[in-house]
């Protein structure tokens, strides 16, 4: 079973910048879409960003032209490069992973389609 790893949260002001990473331990992530998803205290976990085995990547319309996915599977690990940030953005981010039927590019920002996750790294943004 795949562990996986977020790091890189922390506190920014608005208008700042974090990135976040996400190491596999276990097995491969080469084969699998990988996700960002995020989650607020009283919101429902949304999806924030995918990238799909051949690198082709979804976004939230709310974050289009500030984040940005990438993958690096030599090291085995997910990044998102979060650039503009916003009070919004504030959430525990949390990293995703499958590797099966569910791998689609059509699904990147679906929650359900993901059985491995990650513990969660927060990002706090103040005004």
């Known amino acids: 079973q795949v562990q996986l790893v977020e790091s890189g949260g922390g506190s920014v002001q608005s208008g700042g910048s974090l990135r976040l990473s996400c190491t596999a331990f276990?097995?491969?992530?080469?084969?699998?879409?990988m996700g960002w998803f995020r989650q607020a205290p009283g919101n429902e976990r949304e999806g924030v960003a995918g990238i799909d085995r051949r690198g082709s990547t979804a976004y939230a319309d709310s974050v289009k032209g500030r984040l940005t996915i990438s993958r690096d599977n030599d090291k085995n690990a997910l990044y998102l490069q979060m650039n503009s940030l916003k009070p919004e953005d504030t959430a525990m981010y949390y990293c995703?992973?499958?590797?099966?039927?569910?791998?689609?590019?059509?699904?990147?920002?679906?929650?359900?389609?993901?059985?491995?996750w990650g513990q969660g790294t927060q990002v706090t943004v103040s005004s």
């Open positions: 995703a992973a499958d590797f099966g039927a569910s791998c689609q590019w059509s699904l990147l920002l679906r929650s359900w389609a993901y059985r491995n």
């Open positions: 276990g097995y491969s992530i080469s084969s699998a879409c």
